[in-house]
């Protein structure tokens, strides 16, 4: 059996059972955690009376459809109501959405258009805060913003970012603060920050 130095005898791998029964069921439960879904929880009582997060998330030309899948699977854990897939962004069914995404694809509501403008003006008109996930020289802090809610993000091409064109057509620009050397963070890292901290605001105002 293999082991490292310090390893506690009792932790085996399960690959080295041959037959898996060889190993016991009591010495093979240490290799596993027990796991529940999140509402399941004490914790989830938290968040009594949020069925949906009141957030729409467009994505404008992104690239990589392994971004688009974790904005799926984000998209589903906070949430969120709905994500417009514009211009060259992917849409499912795409094996590498899926791979990424695993499944919340077919959990999220989506569209796609190839123009984001005319979504992006439609949502303004029902009342949405615009909100350009850029890193402009109007940008305020993520941590500072008090959005209104419903709130519509933006978010653009990986290395181009978000067209000129759209990005003029937000209410507010939003940033989220880098102490390192670099300037921004992979789109769809930045969506989950972006999106989760959306969450929390919106906890504190449903909580009061």
């Not at 989506?110 to 996930?133: C, F, K, M, R, S």
């Amino acid at each position: 059996m293999r082991r490292w130095k310090g390893q506690d005898p009792r932790i085996i791998d399960r690959d080295d059972c041959d037959p898996p029964s060889a190993c016991g069921t009591a010495e093979l439960k240490y290799s596993s955690l027990d796991r529940i879904p999140y509402r399941a929880t004490s914790q989830a009582s938290a968040y009594e009376g949020i069925t949906k997060l009141p957030v729409t998330v467009v994505l404008d030309n992104v690239r990589s459809l392994y971004n688009v899948g974790s904005f799926f699977r984000t998209a589903d854990g906070a949430g969120v109501e709905k994500l417009y897939l514009c211009g060259i962004t992917g849409r499912p069914p795409k094996n590498q959405i899926s791979k990424t995404a695993l499944g919340a694809e077919e959990m999220v509501a989506w569209d796609h258009a190839w123009e984001a403008a005319p979504i992006v003006t439609n949502l303004q008109g029902q009342g949405y805060e615009i909100a350009a996930i850029e890193t402009s020289v109007r940008s305020v802090d993520l941590f500072d913003w008090q959005p209104n809610f419903p709130v519509c993000l933006l978010f653009g091409h990986e290395v181009e970012g978000l067209r000129p064109e759209i990005a003029a057509l937000a209410d507010t620009h939003v940033r989220i603060p880098m102490l390192g050397q670099k300037h921004s963070l992979n789109v769809a890292t930045a969506g989950g920050v972006v999106i989760y901290e959306l969450l929390q605001k919106y906890r504190r105002l449903v909580r009061g």
